[in-house]
């Protein structure tokens, strides 16, 4: 029974290049949350996603940033002409249905840094 | 005034000590609260969730739910060195659907 699945697990990238970190929840769950960690900070709330459907999105930049958790496939957070500031490690976590935020396990992370 | 409120420490205790670690919260509202254990470049994991009022142990743990005061803590006792790792405090608030975290507060235990 594999946990949350990320990956890359690093990622590096120029400024101006684009970020894309996938996110394949726990077998039997079905809702996706992705967090933020800077450097010496605690994790910060981006998006939280059902199948096909963002449910909330209010600690998404409102440019450059977008979410997605397709009926198939992994949930991805896509960073568009990324800057320095974007530097960071991203967790996503999933829930079964029924509990919600009460059970989240979280991946592994995915570090990105930006040059 | 932050959702979440840690001191980020370090809290250096003995081993064998206990270690207490402190967190407010904003949100009169807030229904759920959880400490989670985060080591040096890896993801968080789950110790403690508590709901109600009072004391729950597991193990060398205890949470301390206070919602008049919107205060929880954590208390570990016969602190080992590896528990030294940093200890996030993360609330759901009313009607939310999210964890929101605090800073974290960094331990180490000392041999």
Known sequence: NAGVMQNPRHLVRRRGQEARLRCSPMKGHSHVYWYRQLPEEGLKFMVYLQKENIIDESGMPKERFSAEFPKEGPSILRIQQVVRGDSAAYFCASSPTTSGANVLTFGAGSRLTVL | ?111
């Open chain 2, 1 to 111: 005034q932050k959702e979440v409120e840690q001191n980020s420490g370090p809290l250096s205790v003995p081993e064998g000590a206990i270690a207490s670690l402190n967190c407010t919260y904003s949100d009169r509202g807030s229904q759920s609260f959880f400490w989670y254990r985060q080591y040096s470049g890896k993801s968080p994991e789950l110790i403690m969730s508590i709901y109600s009022n009072g004391d729950k142990e597991d193990g060398r743990f205890t949470a301390q739910l206070n919602k008049a005061s919107q205060y929880v803590s954590l208390l570990i006792r016969d602190s080992q060195p590896s528990d030294s790792a940093t200890y996030l405090c993360a609330v759901i608030k009313a009607a939310g659907n999210k964890l929101t975290f605090g800073g974290g507060t960094r331990v180490l235990v000392k041999p």
